[in-house]
């Protein structure tokens, strides 16, 4: 029997390494190319994936299945030459639609909190009788992979709005974690993105299985149907008595009249209590019982990049995380207060991208007006070209009554912060670019 071939360009992609993890545990041929090794490429040769390291077009053979994501264009070598062989080319959203059909799809959608919510997920679901697949848009200690294949018929995925793919999903439950105006360059108009998400609500199959964050401005609007959860009194489920202890967040669960008490989760924030609680909903709905889904959330490790504590060292307290969002930063700073106790707060934050940059100028000036320690780097481009007078110079000179801000170039920034920090500081680097290495390097540095 003819097994086929998929070819993944740009593999080492978390979304598109993910897919090659489930086809390989399907028995699938997987090959791919990308520009470097890493570890995410060695876990992949370990599953039998083939991977180039350049990206030309005799990687590209007849018989072949392309898939892409909306980073490759239509310049690469490799879709130039799939194209003149008569390749099939699935677009990655594509792909991930074809392996959704398969199973029963619980889709994790929303603004933010995506990737915490659907690694929870599938971990809980893990840790009972369901045997999950899964695809999640980031790595957690707690899973193996960022992709699998289950026995079960239950399949976590994220649904991505950012280009609109998420409307190509089936799901027949879902989680809506919020919404925010983001990604502005694709939808244009607040009203088109609400759209958007309502036409993704109505395709849900199961209504049963849909939970929602009731304490949503948008959201609250656009469901008359579901689970709501969240923290006032007009939800479904609703999670009450937070507080914080050792790094860990403890609170109580209010669901179809019953009270599940002191649930702990090591997932510091309110923002990630209502990513706890959406999880805890849809894992009842499912049919697990408390003391498994309480089991579950006691030993969940996080994920990476998401609030992830990098360590303690010479009395200096290291979090990375991947906000890059002005209300996202603002939920980790918020987070961050309650827990730095008499701890100096510095933010290292590297903007991303020039476009989101330019049009959420004025939110970031907003946010960044009330830190007291902030160090901004320079914009990672994300592969855009520049903007004129969009730098991360100009965000300074907006926020320069503030004696404590500084712009440091990025070739300088970690030396730099060896000199800056001192004992009883509490450093978080912010952004989705380049900036997790400086917190590496600084964990090793000091």
């Known amino acids: 029997m003819h097994v086929k071939h998929y070819h993944f360009i740009g593999i080492a992609g978390v979304g598109m390494s993910a897919l090659a993890h489930v086809l390989l545990q399907k028995g699938l041929k997987v090959s791919g190319s990308d520009i470097q090794k890493n570890r995410i490429i060695e876990q992949l040769c370990k599953r039998g994936a083939e991977i180039f390291y350049s990206q030309k077009r005799e990687n590209i053979k007849k018989d072949q299945i392309i898939v892409y994501s909306t980073a490759i264009l239509e310049k690469n070598p490799e879709i130039i030459q799939a194209r003149k062989l008569g390749c099939q080319l699935l677009h990655r959203s594509e792909l991930l639609q074809k392996l959704l059909t398969e199973k029963k799809a619980i889709i994790v959608a929303g603004s933010h909190g995506k990737t915490t919510t659907s690694a929870l997920l599938s971990y809980v679901l893990s840790k009972s009788l369901l045997d999950p697949s899964y695809i999640v848009g980031g790595f957690s200690p707690s899973l193996e992979t960022n992709g699998r294949w289950g026995k079960g018929e239950v399949f976590v995925a994220e649904g991505d709005e950012s280009d609109g793919s998420f409307l190509k999903s089936s799901p027949f439950g879902?989680?809506?974690?919020?919404?925010?105006?983001?990604?502005?360059?694709?939808?244009?108009?607040?009203?088109?993105?609400?759209?958007?998400?309502?036409?993704?609500?109505?395709?849900?199959?199961?209504?049963?299985?849909?939970?929602?964050?009731?304490?949503?401005?948008?959201?609250?609007?656009?469901?008359?149907?579901?689970?709501?959860?969240?923290?006032?009194?007009?939800?479904?489920?609703?999670?009450?008595?937070?507080?914080?202890?050792?790094?860990?967040?403890?609170?109580?669960?209010?669901?179809?009249?019953?009270?599940?008490?002191?649930?702990?989760?090591?997932?510091?924030?309110?923002?990630?209590?209502?990513?706890?609680?959406?999880?805890?909903?849809?894992?009842?709905?499912?049919?697990?019982?408390?003391?498994?889904?309480?089991?579950?959330?006691?030993?969940?490790?996080?994920?990476?990049?998401?609030?992830?504590?990098?360590?303690?060292?010479?009395?200096?307290?290291?979090?990375?995380?991947?906000?890059?969002?002005?209300?996202?930063?603002?939920?980790?700073?918020?987070?961050?207060?309650?827990?730095?106790?008499?701890?100096?707060?510095?933010?290292?934050?590297?903007?991303?991208?020039?476009?989101?940059?330019?049009?959420?100028?004025?939110?970031?000036?907003?946010?960044?007006?009330?830190?007291?320690?902030?160090?901004?780097?320079?914009?990672?481009?994300?592969?855009?070209?520049?903007?004129?007078?969009?730098?991360?110079?100009?965000?300074?000179?907006?926020?320069?009554?503030?004696?404590n801000i500084q712009y440091i170039p990025r070739k300088q920034l970690t030396q730099s912060l060896l000199e800056y920090l001192k004992p009883n500081d509490l450093v978080i680097t912010l952004g989705a670019g380049d900036i997790t290495q400086v917190s590496d390097q600084l964990q090793v540095c000091f």
């Open 174 to 403: 879902a989680i809506l974690t919020n919404i925010d105006f983001d990604h502005i360059c694709y939808w244009k108009t607040k009203q088109a993105l609400l759209e958007g998400f309502n036409k993704f609500i109505n395709s849900i199959e199961n209504q049963d299985l849909f939970v929602y964050n009731g304490d949503d401005l948008y959201l609250s609007k656009l469901s008359t149907k579901g689970i709501s959860f969240g923290f006032s009194s007009n939800v479904k489920i609703r999670a009450k008595n937070i507080r914080y202890q050792k790094q860990k967040v403890y609170f109580d669960v209010d669901f179809k009249g019953k009270v599940y008490c002191d649930i702990v989760s090591p997932l510091l924030g309110e923002h990630n209590v209502l990513n706890a609680l959406s999880v805890f909903a849809m894992a009842i709905l499912l049919g697990l019982d408390g003391e498994t889904i309480r089991q579950a959330f006691n030993t969940f490790k996080g994920v990476n990049r998401r609030l992830e504590y990098k360590g303690n060292k010479d009395q200096i307290v290291i979090f990375d995380d991947y906000a890059h969002h002005p209300n996202e930063i603002k939920e980790v700073l918020q987070t961050l207060e309650k827990v730095k106790d008499k701890k100096r707060l510095v933010v290292v934050f590297q903007p991303h991208r020039y476009s989101r940059t330019l049009e959420l100028f004025d939110d970031f000036i907003k946010i960044f007006q009330t830190i007291d320690h902030l160090v901004l780097t320079d914009i990672y481009s994300a592969g855009e070209d520049p903007i004129d007078g969009i730098t991360s110079e100009a965000l300074l000179e907006k926020l320069s009554r503030n004696k």
